[in-house]
């Protein structure tokens, strides 16, 4: 469910922002759901949830850099909370660790771009690595002050305690206005440094019509839908084809990582390294995080039965306009069944019925999201590097 949008707060001065670094925990969760509710291009991946869940999985990896911008009068040492405007969301580490050739996961492989030296001490988003999308928490109107404050803070790190070599800002939305208001801002900045942004990856997403199933089906190119017609039918043939959402618990999680695994092995999220470990420990905290949320959750646990049989298990969360496609599992000894296109079809169908109007298949594009009818959504990257002379 969408929470209720805030009033946007009327300023309380005039003049400069104040920018802060606050760790998360400092941060009251009131002004962050109040902030995401204004934010222009919101998507769970934003979530207080989301973010708390990463930190306690891969703290050990990255240090937080969060910025809180506030209008606060001269003299103040700290902003209400009534006068806060913007989270800034960052954390550093450096552009690879060494930890990190035998803790990553295939699936988590960040794609090509601009190239990075390692070493570098490079500012990201924070939680980016399991976010598909990211941005700033912030009213649209405030966007182009809060980004231009954001650079100058940024401009003081360099000469101070904290000092960056690079800012890798990834995950941001063709359509989000924080995308071009950081470009301009960063165009402002310091002569020295060189602004680049590129296209990161692409996030095939289907548009959902206004109907059912068959009406979605008929919007698919036509080898697509005779083959999921007839993958479906055979399913079905042996029994009834039904999606279910599953308890937001531990054993919920665990029956889907063991989905997981049986798919993907060592290839997937949870290979026998600790990287497999944190994914693990990640899944289970943003599951017990978003079941205390109650009727404002949005993070789903599914799985597809023929019969009785489950095949199929996914991860989602849904916003109540759009179904995010986080990932999957399948019963590999259940081939006959085609596990893969009968539990997304299942899925897609459930959400169809529950009123979404889009299915996001987030980042990657896999040849199997096409079929579906997804096109392609880009998402950008923002590269700022300076001469460290």
């Known amino acids: 469910m969408t929470a209720p949008s805030a009033p946007?707060?009327?300023?309380?001065?005039?003049?400069?922002?104040?920018?802060?670094?606050?760790?998360?925990?400092?941060?009251?969760?009131?002004?962050?759901?109040?902030?995401?509710?204004?934010?222009?291009?919101?998507?769970?991946?934003?979530?207080?949830?989301?973010?708390?869940?990463?930190?306690?999985?891969?703290?050990?990896?990255?240090?937080?850099?969060?910025?809180?911008?506030?209008?606060?009068?001269?003299?103040?040492?700290?902003?209400?909370?009534?006068?806060?405007?913007?989270?800034?969301?960052?954390?550093?580490?450096?552009?690879?660790e060494p930890e990190d050739a035998a803790?990553?996961?295939?699936?988590?492989?960040?794609?090509?771009?601009?190239a990075v030296r390692p070493d570098a001490t490079a500012v990201f988003m924070a939680a980016s690595y399991h976010a598909d999308y990211a941005t700033l928490l912030c009213h649209p109107d405030d966007l182009a002050e809060v980004c231009a404050a954001i650079v100058q803070s940024l401009g003081t790190l360099v000469r101070a305690s904290d000092p960056w070599d690079?800012?890798?800002?990834?995950?941001?939305?063709?359509?989000?206005?924080?995308?071009?208001?950081?470009?301009?801002?960063?165009?402002?900045?310091?002569?020295?440094?060189?602004?680049?942004?590129?296209?990161?990856?692409?996030?095939?997403?289907?548009?959902?019509?206004?109907?059912?199933?068959?009406?979605?089906?008929a919007t698919l190119d036509k080898k697509a839908r005779h083959e999921i017609r007839r993958k479906l039918r055979r399913a079905e043939s042996v029994g009834e084809v039904t999606f279910r959402q599953m308890p937001l618990d531990a054993a919920s999680v665990d029956a889907f990582i063991a989905l997981h695994q049986k798919r993907w092995g060592e290839d997937g999220l949870f290979p026998s390294n600790e990287g497999g470990e944190r994914s693990r420990r990640f899944l289970h905290r943003v599951t017990e995080l978003e079941a205390a949320e109650g009727d404002s959750a949005q993070l789903q646990l599914g799985q597809a039965l023929v019969g009785d049989r489950v095949i199929f298990a996914g991860v989602g969360f849904d916003d109540?306009?759009?179904?995010?496609?986080?990932?999957?599992?399948?019963?590999?000894?259940?081939?006959?069944?085609?596990?893969?296109?009968?539990?997304?079809?299942?899925?897609?169908?459930?959400?169809?019925?529950?009123?979404?109007?889009?299915?996001?298949?987030?980042?990657?594009?896999?040849?199997?999201?096409?079929?579906?009818?997804?096109?392609?959504?880009?998402?950008?990257?923002?590269?700022?590097?300076?001469?460290?002379?």
């Open 8 to 96: 946007h707060p009327t300023p309380t001065s005039v003049g400069p922002l104040t920018v802060r670094r606050t760790p998360l925990a400092d941060i009251p969760r009131d002004t962050w759901d109040r902030l995401l509710a204004v934010t222009a291009r919101p998507t769970p991946f934003s979530r207080w949830t989301m973010h708390r869940a990463w930190w306690d999985a891969y703290g050990a990896t990255a240090h937080e850099q969060y910025l809180v911008c506030s209008r606060t009068t001269p003299g103040d040492v700290a902003a209400r909370e009534a006068d806060i405007i913007a989270i800034v969301p960052l954390m550093h580490r450096h552009e690879v």
């Open 103 to 114: 803790s990553f996961t295939t699936l988590r492989r960040p794609a090509d771009g601009t």
């Open 166 to 217: 690079v800012i890798d800002l990834r995950r941001l939305r063709a359509d989000d206005p924080a995308r071009p208001a950081l470009m301009a801002a960063f165009a402002g900045g310091p002569a020295d440094w060189t602004v680049v942004q590129e296209q990161e990856e692409v996030c095939p997403v289907v548009t959902l019509p206004d109907g059912d199933w068959d009406d979605y089906l």
């Open 320 to 389: 109540g306009q759009t179904c995010y496609f986080y990932n999957a599992g399948s019963d590999t000894d259940a081939r006959e069944l085609s596990p893969g296109v009968t539990g997304a079809g299942a899925y897609i169908r459930d959400r169809i019925a529950a009123g979404r109007t889009r299915f996001d298949f987030l980042r990657g594009n896999e040849p199997y999201k096409y079929e579906w009818g997804a096109v392609d959504e880009p998402i950008y990257r923002i590269v700022v590097s300076r001469d460290p002379a």
